[in-house]
């Protein structure tokens, strides 16, 4: 790939992200800001936006703020929740890259059965 072809893509993908944002945007009930007057590119979003999006626990998404770095908390004990990293986070979570069944790792079925 050359140099425009490459720039062709960023265009398109940029326009993809935007797309998806205020799609998602407007499921949640939230107006999104046109991306020409959006101060940040990235939206944060509160814990019960967050577990709307991911379908999980208000604990979950603290947890993988803490651990994945998705979020942050406030001085005032709230949670801010990246929408782009919780996004990417479940875009890989759901190709198999995080593996997170709550804070326990996996352990091979076959050490609960006795050999006969």
């Given at each position: 790939?050359?140099?425009?072809?490459?720039?062709?893509?960023?265009a398109s993908a940029r326009a993809t992200v935007s797309a998806l944002e205020q799609a998602l945007a407007e499921?949640?009930?939230v107006t999104a800001i046109p991306p020409a007057r959006r101060p940040d590119p990235d939206i944060y979003v509160d814990t019960s936006v967050a577990m709307k999006m991911a379908k999980?626990?208000?604990?979950?998404?603290?947890?993988?703020?803490?651990?994945?770095?998705?979020?942050?908390?406030?001085p005032s004990r709230q949670w801010?929740?990246?929408r782009r990293a919780l996004l990417a986070f479940l875009e890989a979570r759901d190709r198999g890259e995080i593996d997170e069944i709550?804070?326990?790792?996996?352990v091979p079925m076959a050490t609960f059965f006795d050999e006969a």
């Open positions: 790939m050359n140099r425009a072809d490459l720039l062709a893509a960023l499921l949640d009930g999980v626990s208000h604990s979950t998404i603290t947890r993988w703020s803490r651990r994945y770095g998705i979020g942050h908390q406030l801010r929740v990246s709550g804070d326990v790792p996996r």
